[in-house]
């Protein structure tokens, strides 16, 4: 038999799904026997959560937000430091004569990826390992971009374009501070500027992770800005941070077991600056998570280039490739064009692709033109959504919480 896996890990976002299916297609195209599908990430695969994947409807699976699998938070040890592991994945690999491994995810399942390719060469095991990335943040190294971004970037654009029209109505100086997640990149903040129009200059400032932010410098950002507008809109990412590396936010940051900060409170701590230095109304609010999972509001060029990551994965296994992620290769900008390839995932797991500096201004309190060229493609086209009673008619997740 000639069988495949695949999972996902990490964080939802509106176009894993999409990856997922493109995996089911391309794994049917390719000559794969069954497609097997892991709950729960590698954990899930440990403990024997497989379900064939042969039946699903890819369509409406490619346009259903988050993770169909499930997910994990799960930091795969090092084949040294626990081989029982190992012994006991590989045993699942033979068990369903698995030749492939597709596991959908971020940094750390990249990372992961990355072990089990290493330990499948050293012990002579013939299954492919292959990574498909997928992230909001957009901060995985080497590719163009990550299938997720495009989606969350449309719809922070659109919301903020939504807060300039809730803040423009009122006679008065106001100040809306909304914050964006992005824990040590500004991908998904500076997309914010993509809500200017030819009426609106919302958001009037935009403070990313990778300018430090300076407390004087914000207030007089603040005054300036009111002066011009006088109803101001600010974004800024869940991780800034002043020149010392400390972040801006309004109590003390914890850490989760991977040693990623866990960051609330930053657009609660410009408030109270704020409310501290002028006299004006200001209030702040944070998406949180609808930003990640938005399947109403999704960027068909996302979408579709989720499907088609996932599809190449599979061509990638069986043209012989391991240890590798795809990417994303940008030709042009105008038109926007792409194709797709590999890279060692090792230039991926555990490094952050931050916005270059030169795509932040000089005050640091905005993105430049070249960033804008750069992220406008990725929130192009829209989906077309079948509805049930009114509702988005998603695939249903009552299989993860049977498990």
């Known amino acids: 038999m000639n069988n495949c896996i695949v999972a996902q890990s990490g964080g939802p976002t509106a176009a894993i799904n999409a990856s997922l299916a493109g995996v089911i297609s391309g794994a049917k195209e390719n ?25 699903i409807d890819t369509l409406k699976l490619r346009n259903t937000p988050s ?15 626990d081989a029982d592991t190992y012994k006991k994945i590989f045993e699942q690999f033979e068990k369903y004569e698995i030749k492939a491994f597709f596991y959908i995810g971020g940094n750390d399942s990249m990372d992961t990826v990355a072990k089990l390719s290493k330990y499948a060469k050293e012990n002579d095991i013939d299954v492919k390992c292959v990574g498909v990335p997928k992230t909001i943040d957009n901060d995985l190294c080497v590719t163009d971009h990550t299938p997720g971004y495009g989606s969350a970037a449309k719809f922070i654009a659109t919301t903020l374009l939504e807060v300039s029209h809730d803040t423009a109505i009122y006679p008065i100086n106001s100040v809306t501070i909304v ?3 992005g824990r040590d990149a500004g991908w998904l903040t500076g997309a914010a500027a993509l809500a200017r129009n030819e009426y609106s200059a919302v958001p009037h400032l935009i403070y990313l992770p990778e300018a430090a932010f300076d407390k004087d410098d914000f207030i ?48 609660k701590a410009l408030e109270y600056i704020i409310k501290d230095n002028i006299d004006v109304k200001v209030r702040s609010v944070e998406i949180n998570i609808p930003q ?16 088609d990551e996932g599809k190449f994965a599979t061509e990638v296994a069986i043209n012989g490739e391991t240890g590798v992620m795809i990417t994303i290769n940008r030709i042009s900008d105008f038109p926007y064009a792409t194709t797709l390839g590999t890279t060692d995932v090792n230039d991926v797991a555990g490094l952050v692709k931050h916005v270059p500096r030169e795509w932040i201004n000089e005050g640091g309190n905005d993105v430049t033109d070249e960033f804008i060229t750069y992220a406008r493609p990725l929130i192009q086209g829209e989906v077309d959504l079948n509805f049930k009673d009114g509702l ?12």
């Open 392 to 403: 988005p008619d998603y695939y249903d997740i009552k299989h993860l919480t049977n498990i």
């Open 220 to 267: 007089e950002d603040v005054k300036a800005a009111i002066d011009k507008y006088h109803n101001i809109v600010i974004a800024i990412s869940e991780g800034i941070k002043d020149a010392d590396g400390t972040y801006i936010t309004a109590g003390v940051a914890a850490e989760d077991k991977f040693g990623h900060s866990q960051l609330s409170g930053a657009g």
């Open 292 to 307: 990640r999972t938005a399947g109403h509001l999704t960027s068909y060029t996302d979408i579709d280039e989720a499907f």
């Open 179 to 181: 914050e964006i997640m």
């Open 67 to 81: 993770m169909y699998l499930g997910s994990c938070r799960f930091m795969l040890p090092t084949a040294d430091e």
């Open 31 to 55: 000559g794969f026997d069954t497609v097997y599908g892991a709950y729960h990430g590698i954990q899930g695969f440990m403990n024997d959560e497989v379900v064939s994947l042969n039946d």
